[in-house]
């Protein structure tokens, strides 16, 4: 699992990068697990993605009803944060934040950036 964020400098009209997002190296054969990103673009383009991670693919169970939406019915998910100031070239590391890491039990973490820079 690598995440990405593709990178527009024509505000969408097309995205002429992928810039890859650094996770924390495998500590077991089977990898780790990331979904639901929320992208926010603050001050002086400054952007933030927050995920949710989970340190065991393994342990993540997907659940896809026929007459429904797939959900989680197990795994360890954990809100992250990262962020770039740079335009995608480079990114700070994962940095857990929900409570009770690497057992968070969060499933997504939306992001805004409000105007006067405060990240809700």
Known sequence: M?????VSHDHGRSFDRISTLPVPPRK????????RPFIAVGRGGAVYVTWDYGPRRD?????????????????DFNAVFQKTTDGGQTWTKLVPISPGY?????????IVAEPDGTLD
């Open 59 to 75: 342990q993540v169970r997907i659940v896809c009803p026929p007459t429904s939406s797939c959900y989680f019915d197990g795994g």
């Open 2 to 6: 690598v995440p990405v964020v593709a």
């Open 102 to 110: 690497p057992l968070g039990g969060v499933y997504s973490a939306p």
């Open 28 to 35: 077991n054969a089977i990898g780790n697990f990331g979904d």
